[in-house]
């Protein structure tokens, strides 16, 4: 049976001669695997250029439950990016968000409102002319809700932020995965922050690079089995 649905590509893989198998997060179907018959020859239906990481697409499908792979008929990418792939930048920073987003939906079922961040969150970053040097840390603890553990706001008294337990606390826990001034303050402004508030917030280089640091360390204790994020370093050097 054919179904209409939106797509976010996570990751393809070379399958065959000619084939891909993509693994892309459905809105209404959750994480589904399709392969993709000749997606590699040069007048392919649907080809490789469209099924790059966190492509947005319009797809009809076939689907059949408890079948690991699944077929696309028709599929087209909506809205095609403007800006991303001509910016550096934002390319890294995409390829960053992938990585983390393949890692922590590797078993997603159907979630539209996480679907629906993801997303609109893509395509707003698309349709800037300039991308917030802060939106690959607001994007990620805004995930942290619809993942599951979004840290609650602190209050005046809580000067610390325990990674391991993912709360604000006004004393010192008993072990050293905490965030002290003055990183608590700016996680606690990104929290309170919105994505179109974003360019208004002021973070330095090396408190941003800081800050990306232990939101890591902070997913890999929430998310299990989360390993090295290998695209870190590359965004790094670009980022500076």
């Excluded at 001509?86 to 960053?96: E, G, H, P």
């Excluded at 078993?107 to 349709?127: C, G, H, I, K, M």
Aim: net charge neutral.
């Amino acid at each position: 049976m054919l179904h209409k649905t939106r797509g976010i590509v996570l990751k393809s893989t070379n399958y065959s001669e000619s084939s891909v198998v993509a693994q892309i997060f459905t809105e209404k179907f959750g994480l589904q695997s399709y392969i993709i018959n000749g997606a590699r020859r040069p007048k392919a239906k649907i080809g490789v250029t469209i099924l790059q990481p966190l492509h947005l697409l319009d797809m009809v499908v076939y689907h059949r439950e408890n079948t690991s792979l699944q077929r696309i008929s028709e599929a087209r990418q909506q809205p095609p990016f403007q800006t991303i792939p001509y910016d550096i930048a934002k390319s890294a920073v995409l390829l960053f968000l992938n990585e983390i987003l393949y890692k922590c939906l590797r078993q997603q079922s159907t979630d539209e409102p996480l679907f629906d961040y993801v997303f609109n969150a893509v395509s707003w970053l698309d349709s800037l002319e300039k991308m917030p040097p802060n939106f690959h840390l607001l994007f990620l603890l805004k995930l942290s809700r619809y993942l599951g553990f979004h840290p609650a706001l602190p209050k005046s008294s809580q000067t610390f932020f325990d990674l391991k337990d993912g709360v604000f606390c006004s004393s010192l826990p008993a072990h050293a995965l905490v965030l002290q001034e003055p990183h608590t303050s700016q996680l606690a402004a990104l929290l309170a922050c919105s994505f179109d508030r974003l360019g208004s917030l002021q973070i330095s280089l090396a408190d941003r690079r800081f800050l990306l640091e232990k939101l890591i360390d902070f997913y890999r204790f929430h998310v299990e089995n989360m390993g090295e994020i290998k695209s870190h370093g590359v965004l790094e050097e670009v980022l500076g």
